[in-house]
């Protein structure tokens, strides 16, 4: 089984991968592909796939028993760490102080 999760792809991309896979909910296609299919597929998905993100989970020969392969820019990266696919967070980008906020809950400051 091939499970294909998308996020603000175009919809083009949705259209070619729903004659392959079944979307089982807006974004998230599942099926049971070749794996000549399942790689062809995943070239035109992480082609096209531009300010969004797509990610592939297929089964494989590892220790996991699946891999996972992911295209576009997400805080969520997989990350191989001794053999196991582990998923690292990046950090957010500093936010200025709302000083309103910060104010109306600290008038007097600290």
Do not use: C, Y
């Not at 079944?22 to 599942?30: A, K, Q, S």
Request: aromatic residues 6%; negative net charge; without cysteine.
């Amino acid at each position: 089984m091939v499970v294909l999760a998308t996020t603000a792809v175009p919809d083009h991309l949705r259209g070619a991968l729903s004659r392959w896979m079944i979307e089982v909910t807006p974004g998230m296609f599942v099926g049971t592909l070749s794996a000549k299919v399942r790689d062809e597929l995943w070239n035109a998905a992480s082609a096209v796939v531009g300010d969004g993100a797509a990610v592939l989970i297929h089964p494989d020969d590892t220790e996991q028993g699946f891999t996972l392969r992911t295209a576009g820019q997400r805080r969520r990266r997989p990350t191989d760490f001794d053999g196991l696919t582990l998923v690292a967070m990046s950090p957010l980008e500093a936010q200025p102080p709302d000083t309103a906020t910060a104010e109306r809950i600290w008038p007097d400051g600290w």
